[in-house]
């Protein structure tokens, strides 16, 4: 599997919200949502319940798309990740997985009556103009 640039990975660690990008038949739609990142599977991992349009979306069309971003005030500061991916339940040792590492990063959610998503990345482009302007870092799954 190929493996992340290091600079990609730090940014993730630091971010929490990712915005994904569903569709249904010619409707897009948007929903923000709290991830963790398991790194040994390319996968960011949420939570999110079955009936939410997100979701329902993504029960006829799995393949998805997002960004985690900075709120930067300047072209100059702006860093983030675009995305595509094909959602997923996990199941057996990567749910395990995956339900531990939310625990870890948002221990609050063990109360919550909700399923677990993981988003298997195919595609990544990171854009970070602190490394200069218009540097990109760009990832395929191979």
Known sequence: MAVLDTRVLEFLKEHFVLTL?????EEPYCASCFYTFLPEENSFIFISDKDTRHIRDASHNIFVAGTVHLDARSSSDMQGVQFQGILIEPTGELYQR??????ERFPNSLIMNTTLWAIDLTFL???NNTFGAGNKIIWKKL
Not at 21 to 25: C, D, K, L, N, Y
């Open 98 to 103: 995956a339900r531990k590492a939310y625990l």
């Open 21 to 25: 990008a569903t569709s249904f038949e």
């Open 125 to 127: 482009k990171m854009t």
